[in-house]
């Protein structure tokens, strides 16, 4: 089972940044295939991007270029850096272990105009 933990949200003014972390801990080989998802009020959640245990990202096509997705595996957490934030980014982010399908809480990230 896998335990993952994300945090570094908060509010922001538009344009400005945040970057989250996702750590992860319980009985895994490694970390593997992540991904980051939003979900914003009233809406479904849906998927931000994905990297893979050897550093392939993947990114919805509407947040190419502003939000990049990392990894450091010594410390078995993901990030999620988001430049140029918008008021319609506003959602709790969360991150997700892809093979075994574990999710964290999700922070809270708030852009106001």
């Known amino acids: 089972q896998v335990q993952l933990v994300e945090s570094g949200g908060g509010l922001v003014q538009a344009g400005g940044s945040l970057r989250l972390s996702c750590t992860a801990s319980?009985?895994?080989?490694?970390?593997?295939?992540m991904g980051w998802y939003r979900q914003a009020p009233g809406k479904q959640r849906e998927w931000v991007a994905s990297?893979?245990?050897?550093?392939?990202?993947n990114y919805a096509d509407s947040l190419k270029g502003r939000f990049t997705i990392s990894r450091d595996n010594a410390k078995n957490t993901v990030y999620l850096q988001m430049n140029s934030l918008k008021p319609e980014d506003t959602a709790v982010y969360y991150c997700?272990?892809?093979?075994?399908?574990?999710w964290g809480q999700g922070t809270q990230v708030t852009v106001s105009s």
């Open positions: 997700k272990h892809i093979l075994s399908g574990s």
């Open positions: 319980g009985s895994f080989f490694r970390i593997n295939f």
């Open positions: 990297i893979t245990d050897n550093g392939s990202t």
